[in-house]
């Protein structure tokens, strides 16, 4: 059932890649992979990146072997988001129960946001992916693997860095979970963890994540850049401070986007009105869930040698997944972040884990009064109403999400065609040319990157006047007018001359392509196409 899972997260996102172009940050992000692939700057030394480095390092080994495409660029994401269905599945079978996993992992797999980053070029798949390995080992109190795994998570995305409560949380569960009232059932692993003191863990967790961070640290001190890509990314960004004033509007704006966690009106309700059942129930019962040893709950067994017999719970779980995303959420309320969608990605899983908790509760109840109704009677019944429930409330979700309806992820409608722009140059233009850019220099610099040609920036139309000359071509955007630049050109005798255009899913332009030309006697008229219907 897991594998399935897995395998529907590779599957079901593949019609994104042929009606997804890139994002102005896939393209950038892209684009910065192909100068290490290209041998250009294999240190990006040369080149101004606000991002930690090893992502862009996965997407040049995917260019190596595959490729200058858009779908090499995305390989990576695609293989993260498959992977942290897996390992949703194990770290709910952990923390929960078996099918609290196997449910929590299909959650994932068909949840729009996961649907809709997993085909994209965007850092955020690949950092949930070390978050939730992360997770996972400190579930078991590998607080080694654990830092090493959150450092790796930090060094594709400098915000795994928010994920260090939870993952110390869970730590601190494994060690405090530990069931000491019968010591001959521990294996050596599990009874290290009874006799170290609780500060051990902690240091290993440490020691191990800064350790792993130093070389980070030392390639971003030896490039030749004037500031770190830390310093930069503050400064791109705008800087990052607290900002209460807009507290309320802002974690609104997030909350809305966490509709599409499942994109489900039913289960969006049910987890609104059964969370705090389940915290009210665990915190009543005072109970954790055992696991069962007869699964290995992650594939290496060199990295937990205690896997097979492991009893060790984990203390409210759900409770400490509840705090952690409310914290997160505040976090990025209260600091001045922009409501991106991609910010929200990594709590996808943990959100899953909980609607999974809440979802089999009753059939938990139901096993727990009689224990055979797991196999016949009512608990079987639940449990095909409850697949029933799954397939009805998220068929139409997956439907919208693998046809790019909803409004995350690449979401690039606009630019929808830049490929046929560019087939056109290649085909009928020729190299060595200039294309003035305003909106799309860093779509341009990927889509034509074995091309050579002279992209020339413009901030005004003044400035791209004074560089006009006969024959250059100048890109853009249906949806942005160019009736100013083509004042600015006529007042230095120059006009635009559509040569071709490319068009959205709907019929409307997306990107038009003009030629600059000399004013003569026989210009032909010329109107704005902005916003027309072919």
């Known amino acids: 059932m897991v594998s399935l899972a897995m395998v529907s997260a590779l599957l079901l996102p593949l019609n994104l890649l042929s009606i997804q172009r890139f994002h102005h940050d896939e393209a950038l992000y892209a684009t910065w992979a192909l100068t290490i692939a290209s041998g250009q700057d294999i240190w990006l030394d040369k080149t101004p990146i606000d991002k930690p480095p090893l992502f862009f390092y996965l997407l040049a080994g995917s260019f190596k072997l595959l490729g200058h495409s858009e779908t090499a660029a995305r390989l990576p994401s695609l293989l993260a988001t498959a992977l942290t269905v897996g390992l949703t599945f194990f770290l709910g079978r952990r923390l929960f129960s078996r099918p609290v996993g196997t449910v929590a992992a299909w959650l994932v797999a068909l949840s729009p946001f996961s649907l809709m980053f997993a085909p994209t070029a965007f850092t955020d798949p690949v950092q949930v992916a070390f978050v939730i390995a992360s997770c996972l080992a400190a579930s078991y109190g590998r607080a080694g693997w654990a830092g090493v795994l959150l450092a790796l998570a930090i060094a594709t995305k400098q915000q795994g860095l928010f994920f260090t409560p939870l993952v110390l949380g869970l730590l601190f569960g494994a060690g405090r979970g530990v069931i000491v009232s019968q010591p001959q059932t521990l294996d050596p692993a599990e009874s290290r963890l009874t006799k170290n003191h609780p500060s051990k863990p902690f240091f290993r967790f440490t020691v191990a994540s800064l350790a792993s961070l130093v070389s980070l640290l030392a390639w971003d001190l030896n490039r030749h850049q004037p500031s770190a890509f830390l310093e930069r990314s503050l400064t791109n960004y705008g800087g990052l401070a607290t900002d209460l004033a807009s507290i309320g509007e802002r974690g609104l704006g997030f909350i809305e986007l966490l509709a599409y966690a499942t994109g489900s009106v039913v289960l969006n309700s049910i987890f609104i009105a059964g969370l705090p059942l389940v915290l009210i129930y665990d915190l009543w019962t005072g109970r954790t869930k055992k696991q069962s040893p007869s699964h290995a709950p992650f594939p290496s067994p060199s990295m937990f040698p205690n896997f097979q017999t492991s009893k060790l719970p984990i203390f409210f779980p759900s409770l400490l997944l509840t705090l952690f995303i409310l914290f997160f959420l505040a976090l990025h309320a209260a600091l001045s972040f922009q409501i991106w969608d991609r910010y929200l990605l990594g709590l996808m899983p943990l959100l899953a884990l909980l609607l999974a908790r809440i979802l089999l509760l009753p059939g938990s109840l139901l096993q727990h009064f009689h224990p055979l109704s797991c196999r016949r009677g009512p608990g079987f019944i639940y449990g095909l109403g409850l697949a029933g429930l799954l397939a009805v409330s998220l068929g139409r979700p997956v439907q919208d999400a693998i046809n790019a309806r909803y409004p995350l992820g690449s979401n690039s409608e606009d630019i929808y065609g830049i490929e ?31 091309y050579p040609y002279d992209l020339q920036f413009w901030d005004k139309p003044e400035v791209l006047a004074s560089k006009a000359k006969p024959g250059y071509f100048v890109a853009v955007p249906a949806r942005r007018s160019e009736l100013l630049l083509r004042l600015v050109l006529k007042n230095r005798n120059y006009y635009l001359r559509e040569v071709t255009r490319a068009y959205q899913r709907d019929g409307l332009p997306s990107l038009l392509l003009y030629r600059i030309e000399q004013t003569d006697d026989e210009e032909p008229p010329q109107k704005s196409t902005f916003g027309q219907k072919n």
């Open 420 to 450: 046929q722009i560019v087939a056109y140059l290649q085909r009928n233009v020729g190299a060595n040319n200039t294309l003035f850019h305003h909106w799309l220099g860093a779509h341009w610099r990927f889509y034509l990157w074995d």
